[in-house]
Structure formats: structure tokens, C-alpha cells
């Protein structure tokens, strides 16, 4: 992968940009996640996540646990508010 | 791990990292522990508002200083932290809003805050997105110097600050036991080494009253879980921070083109309980599109609960806890610690330091509650 291969679509984030963070030591997932905004976008890390895990992997020599992975949140897929404001109330 | 330390702050959100960089700079040995990663609590979660618009004198007065702290930060610590100054716009929908309102802005006023009570005409120009008959609104409070930073960036330039000035910061720790000696502090146990420390700051958000009942100090804080969305990026179109005290709603434009914002839901309890809810989605999807008609069509990207660390009186807990010798509260800010830590940390630096009070720490020490006319802070959201 070349430095200038994009890991997050959404966010114009480089693997350069990845190892340059993980560098100034945010050799955390989530840490990695809150300065570059890395799982932030419409995709919700679906493209950028496992790319990052292994980047931080080989850079730190650490296996990254599944676990400390972004937990997804909903809705999972944008909606608009439009639609989510059109459910009736039940009363 | 350092196996000693003049201060062990329990807790990685900005509270504790700023009190770190504020005590390191003054020449003190200070330790960060941290059991999850920076920002993982509260702060991480928060919506990112500084506010000077408060009900009680204390908050006022804390935020106005903060702002003050804020508005160099960038520069002081080296590292942009995003602040935007676009105001704060309340929503004023009715004469009990309005009364209360004035008390405020008088109040506000006399700490030299430059805060105005704006005719519903002029709302639109602060906001042009919203919708004035919608909202219900006959005025709206505006403060232009109030506004949001990013939470992630000012707490980790405040923690890469304390670090160079020779902080330590422990992430992935847990405190497991604070030992005390003759009512004095004497060691932290994490999960790794133990630290031998006389000062311990409680800095540890919804779970200040775990740590506290470690040495069987009860703190009245409860968490409660709160609910925030975001959407899409959009081209800028406001700069203010939009909220009702009424309908419990905030919203703002973030520097990235995002729109942030939560509000309350009917069912909510108290409790640690973090999976956010339908009701959540509707509710804010509802009321945000009657504020704001013209952002029905925009995608909410998805929603993340947060918690309040709320007191009796939705005010902090500062100070050291009488009868037992430096044991150093940090918590129960209520929704507001990130607008609050620069001002709040400055305070209890020059405590621990100098052994400095102040009228706005005494006011809000633990003891107040043994005083039974506590006054409460009215002017929440979320």
C-alpha cells in the first residue's frame, strides 16, 4: 500500500496519516478514532476500521483485540430525519 | 509505573487531564490514571457547548473564566482545539421562560457578560434555518462569546502539555483501592503497581461515587444516560448553538459541517445502562425538524449515549473532603464539565499547590448539601 492510499473514504484520511498519528502515540483504536475522526462518516468504519487495526498492528507489534473495536451504533446506515420523524405516536 | 506521587488523579477526561497540565506546569509530580483510553467517558460523549449563559452565579462566573481560558488554549497548549465562538441562542417559548430569563441576563449582565434578550424577528438572524411559529418561541436569550471546541483535541492537547511538563499518564488502569493512613491519604492500588500519594483528585466522572466509596466517602452524584445524534456533514449554515431549557433540545453546527445535538427522553432513568433507544431517534428527529424544518432531509449518521454525572443541585463537587486529608473532589458537573474544566482546574490547582482557597470552591464543596437551601442550577438541557 503506497502512504498516499486513502484508509477513510469519508474523511480524506491517508495511511500516512494513520502511522503519523499512531507515531505522536495514539496507539489506541479509539484514540486513533476521536483525532483523525476515522469511523465517523456515513460509512461508519465499514471501509476505514480494519485497515487502521492493521496498521496499528504492524506498527506497534501488538495484536489489537476485537473487542476494543468502535461499537456500532445506530441507525447503521444514515436515514434522513425526515423519515424518522414521520412514525406516528402510539397514544 | 511510578511506585510514588505528590498527586494520583483518578480519571483521563478533560477534567483530569487539564488539572494534570495545570499542576505539572507548577512544578508538581503528577499522575493520570485512566482505566479505558483518554476522553472514554463523559467527555468523549459530550456535545462539545461552552456556555456562560447560567442561572447560578457560580457557573456563570466559572464559564466566563473558562471562556476566558479557552479563547488562548490553542495557543497556550500548541495544539488547535477548534474553538468557534457562533453563541449560544435559547429559545424562550413563554412568560415564566421569559421571567426567569431576565433574572439571568441581569445576573449574567452584572459578571460584565455581553448577553442580549433578542425579539422573535430577530432570531432569524442569528439562525436563519429555524422555524420561529414551530418552535413557539416569543424571544430567545443570546450570548455571541459563548460557542463549542472539540473535546477530543482539547483534552488530549492538555494531556500532551501535562506530559511534557513531565505528567504521567496511565491508560488501561484501574484504581482498585485508596488506602488511607490516620484519615490522610496514603496509597492508590491500581491493577497494576500501587502508588504511594498523599493527594488523590476524584476526577472520575459518573464513577466518582465508586472511587469515593472506596474510602467510604458517599457522594450524592447520580448517572444518568444521555442521548446525542449526529448527522451528515452540510455546507455551514449556522454558527450558534440553538437550545430550550423547555423542550430540554440542543443543537449546533460543528466545525466539520456536522449537526450534533440530544435531547431527553420521557422514559429515562437513572442508571448506568448505555444502549441508546428508538424513543431517542424519534423524539429528537421530531422536535429537531420543527425547530429546523428544512433538515428533514438530512441523514442522521447515528446516535451514542453519554452520561451526566448529576447532583442535587446540577452543580459540581470541588474541593477536599473534610475529614479526610487530601482527598480532592473533581466531579459531578451535571452536563457541563468540558465548559467548565479550564476555570475548575485552575481553582483546585491553586489548592493543591498553594493550599489556596476560594469563595467559589468553598461554595461548592460536599458540605453544602449538610445545609438544606442548597440552590439549584435551573438552566439544563439534555
Same mark, same amino acid.
Given at each position: 500500500?503506497?502512504?498516499?492510499?486513502?484508509?477513510?473514504?469519508?474523511?480524506?484520511?491517508?495511511?500516512?496519516?494513520?502511522?503519523?498519528?499512531?507515531?505522536?502515540?495514539?496507539t489506541d483504536i479509539e484514540e486513533l478514532r476521536k483525532v483523525l475522526r476515522i469511523?465517523?462518516?456515513?460509512?461508519q468504519g465499514r471501509v476505514c476500521i480494519q485497515l487502521v487495526m492493521k496498521l496499528l498492528e504492524k506498527k506497534t507489534g501488538k495484536k489489537v483485540s476485537k473487542a476494543s473495536l468502535p461499537t456500532s451504533r445506530p441507525p447503521i446506515v444514515p436515514v434522513s430525519l425526515g423519515t424518522l420523524a414521520s412514525d406516528k405516536d402510539e397514544k | 509505573m511510578k511506585s510514588k506521587a505528590d498527586v494520583v488523579i483518578i480519571g483521563g477526561g478533560v477534567s483530569g487531564c487539564s488539572l494534570a497540565y495545570n499542576l505539572a506546569r507548577a512544578g508538581i509530580d503528577v499522575v493520570v490514571l485512566e482505566k479505558k483510553y483518554l476522553s472514554s467517558g463523559a467527555t468523549g460523549a459530550c456535545g462539545a457547548g461552552i456556555r456562560q449563559q447560567w442561572s447560578t452565579k457560580e457557573n456563570a462566573t466559572l464559564a466566563i473564566k473558562s471562556v476566558k481560558i479557552f479563547e488562548k488554549l490553542s495557543k497556550e497548549l500548541g495544539e488547535d482545539i477548534d474553538l468557534r465562538q457562533g453563541g449560544y441562542l435559547i429559545i424562550i417559548h413563554d412568560d415564566k421562560g421569559m421571567k426567569q430569563s431576565e433574572?439571568?441576563?441581569e445576573m449574567q449582565r452584572s459578571l460584565g457578560l455581553k448577553v442580549d434578550i433578542l425579539e422573535p424577528k430577530q432570531i432569524n438572524d442569528i439562525v436563519p434555518i429555524l422555524n420561529v411559529k414551530g418552535?413557539?418561541?416569543?424571544?430567545?436569550?443570546?450570548c455571541p462569546t459563548d460557542g463549542h471546541a472539540n473535546p477530543f483535541k482539547t483534552t488530549f492537547a492538555y494531556a500532551n502539555a501535562a506530559k511534557r511538563h513531565g505528567a504521567k499518564i496511565y491508560t488501561h488502569t484501574s484504581v482498585v483501592d485508596i488506602k488511607l493512613n490516620r484519615n490522610k491519604i496514603s496509597e492508590v492500588k491500581t491493577d497494576k503497581e500501587p502508588i504511594k500519594t498523599n493527594t488523590v483528585v476524584n476526577a472520575a466522572g459518573v464513577w466518582?461515587?465508586?472511587i469515593a466509596e472506596m474510602i467510604g466517602v458517599k457522594l450524592p452524584n447520580i448517572p444518568f444516560r444521555k442521548e446525542i445524534m449526529v448527522t451528515e456533514r452540510l455546507k455551514p449554515m449556522f454558527e450558534a448553538m440553538?437550545?430550550?431549557?423547555? @423542550?430540554? #433540545?440542543?443543537f449546533s453546527q460543528q466545525m466539520e459541517g456536522q449537526i450534533i445535538g440530544g435531547i431527553p427522553i420521557p422514559e429515562e432513568r437513572s442508571g448506568y445502562k448505555i444502549i441508546p433507544t428508538f424513543s431517542f431517534m424519534k423524539h429528537m428527529s421530531k422536535t429537531l425538524t420543527r425547530y429546523a424544518p428544512v433538515l428533514k432531509h438530512v441523514n442522521m449518521l447515528r446516535h451514542w449515549t453519554g452520561f451526566y454525572d448529576v447532583t442535587p443541585?446540577?452543580?459540581?463537587?470541588?474541593?477536599?473532603?473534610?475529614?479526610?486529608?487530601?482527598?480532592i473532589q473533581c466531579n459531578g458537573f451535571s452536563g457541563h464539565g468540558f465548559m467548565l474544566s479550564p476555570m475548575v482546574?485552575?481553582?483546585?490547582? @491553586?489548592? #493543591?499547590?498553594?493550599?489556596?482557597s476560594s469563595d467559589i470552591l468553598e461554595s461548592l464543596n460536599l458540605d453544602r448539601y449538610k445545609d438544606k437551601k442548597i440552590v439549584k442550577e435551573v438552566s439544563v438541557v439534555g
Amino acid at each position: 500500500m503506497k502512504k498516499k492510499a486513502i484508509v477513510c473514504r469519508c474523511e480524506d484520511i491517508t495511511e500516512e496519516d494513520v502511522l503519523n498519528a499512531i507515531e505522536e502515540g495514539y496507539t489506541d483504536i479509539e484514540e486513533l478514532r476521536k483525532v483523525l475522526r476515522i469511523g465517523m462518516g456515513p460509512c461508519q468504519g465499514r471501509v476505514c476500521i480494519q485497515l487502521v487495526m492493521k496498521l496499528l498492528e504492524k506498527k506497534t507489534g501488538k495484536k489489537v483485540s476485537k473487542a476494543s473495536l468502535p461499537t456500532s451504533r445506530p441507525p447503521i446506515v444514515p436515514v434522513s430525519l425526515g423519515t424518522l420523524a414521520s412514525d406516528k405516536d402510539e397514544k | 509505573m511510578k511506585s510514588k506521587a505528590d498527586v494520583v488523579i483518578i480519571g483521563g477526561g478533560v477534567s483530569g487531564c487539564s488539572l494534570a497540565y495545570n499542576l505539572a506546569r507548577a512544578g508538581i509530580d503528577v499522575v493520570v490514571l485512566e482505566k479505558k483510553y483518554l476522553s472514554s467517558g463523559a467527555t468523549g460523549a459530550c456535545g462539545a457547548g461552552i456556555r456562560q449563559q447560567w442561572s447560578t452565579k457560580e457557573n456563570a462566573t466559572l464559564a466566563i473564566k473558562s471562556v476566558k481560558i479557552f479563547e488562548k488554549l490553542s495557543k497556550e497548549l500548541g495544539e488547535d482545539i477548534d474553538l468557534r465562538q457562533g453563541g449560544y441562542l435559547i429559545i424562550i417559548h413563554d412568560d415564566k421562560g421569559m421571567k426567569q430569563s431576565e433574572k439571568n441576563v441581569e445576573m449574567q449582565r452584572s459578571l460584565g457578560l455581553k448577553v442580549d434578550i433578542l425579539e422573535p424577528k430577530q432570531i432569524n438572524d442569528i439562525v436563519p434555518i429555524l422555524n420561529v411559529k414551530g418552535m413557539q418561541a416569543i424571544g430567545a436569550t443570546f450570548c455571541p462569546t459563548d460557542g463549542h471546541a472539540n473535546p477530543f483535541k482539547t483534552t488530549f492537547a492538555y494531556a500532551n502539555a501535562a506530559k511534557r511538563h513531565g505528567a504521567k499518564i496511565y491508560t488501561h488502569t484501574s484504581v482498585v483501592d485508596i488506602k488511607l493512613n490516620r484519615n490522610k491519604i496514603s496509597e492508590v492500588k491500581t491493577d497494576k503497581e500501587p502508588i504511594k500519594t498523599n493527594t488523590v483528585v476524584n476526577a472520575a466522572g459518573v464513577w466518582s461515587k465508586e472511587i469515593a466509596e472506596m474510602i467510604g466517602v458517599k457522594l450524592p452524584n447520580i448517572p444518568f444516560r444521555k442521548e446525542i445524534m449526529v448527522t451528515e456533514r452540510l455546507k455551514p449554515m449556522f454558527e450558534a448553538m440553538v437550545i430550550s431549557f423547555k @423542550d430540554g #433540545i440542543y443543537f449546533s453546527q460543528q466545525m466539520e459541517g456536522q449537526i450534533i445535538g440530544g435531547i431527553p427522553i420521557p422514559e429515562e432513568r437513572s442508571g448506568y445502562k448505555i444502549i441508546p433507544t428508538f424513543s431517542f431517534m424519534k423524539h429528537m428527529s421530531k422536535t429537531l425538524t420543527r425547530y429546523a424544518p428544512v433538515l428533514k432531509h438530512v441523514n442522521m449518521l447515528r446516535h451514542w449515549t453519554g452520561f451526566y454525572d448529576v447532583t442535587p443541585d446540577a452543580r459540581p463537587i470541588l474541593g477536599e473532603i473534610n475529614g479526610v486529608k487530601g482527598f480532592i473532589q473533581c466531579n459531578g458537573f451535571s452536563g457541563h464539565g468540558f465548559m467548565l474544566s479550564p476555570m475548575v482546574t485552575k481553582l483546585l490547582s @491553586d489548592f #493543591i499547590v498553594e493550599g489556596k482557597s476560594s469563595d467559589i470552591l468553598e461554595s461548592l464543596n460536599l458540605d453544602r448539601y449538610k445545609d438544606k437551601k442548597i440552590v439549584k442550577e435551573v438552566s439544563v438541557v439534555g
